[in-house]
């Protein structure tokens, strides 16, 4: 299994704000914490990203750079919101053992 592919299409996704796809993603039991939400639970995870999709017109992810460790990856984000802001984020992502995600811890700065 390739975690960085998918870590790859998870991001891309996201940019499509292509919830769909997003939640066919996530493990049933799936986490998300990040610097102004937290959530546990696949429905209740995707309810935050349909949030966040619906406060922007447009959200792009550039990934700068993919860490790897056993089934995590650590990747340095820059995002650009509406085509003009631009945030610094690391996400944390596990996936388990089918490839699905478990959890996304999200850090800005």
């Known amino acids: 299994m390739d975690i960085k592919s998918i870590c790859l299409e998870y991001f891309y996704n996201f940019s499509l ?6 939640s ?10 990040d610097w102004e939400n937290s959530a546990v639970g696949k429905e209740d995870v995707v309810a935050i990203y349909e949030k966040i999709f619906n406060s ?3 959200i792009a992810v550039t990934p700068r750079a993919l860490y ?3 089934n995590t990856i650590i ?6 919101i509406n085509g003009k802001e ?3 984020v690391t996400d944390i992502i596990t996936f388990n053992e089918t490839g699905k995600i478990i959890s996304v811890r999200a850090y800005k700065g």
């Open 24 to 33: 066919k993603m996530f493990a049933s039991g799936c986490q998300l914490h």
């Open 86 to 88: 631009q945030i610094l």
């Open 75 to 80: 990747a340095e984000l820059l995002i650009t």
């Open 68 to 70: 790897q460790d056993s």
């Open 17 to 22: 704000k292509d919830i769909d796809s997003l």
């Open 56 to 58: 922007v017109d447009t």
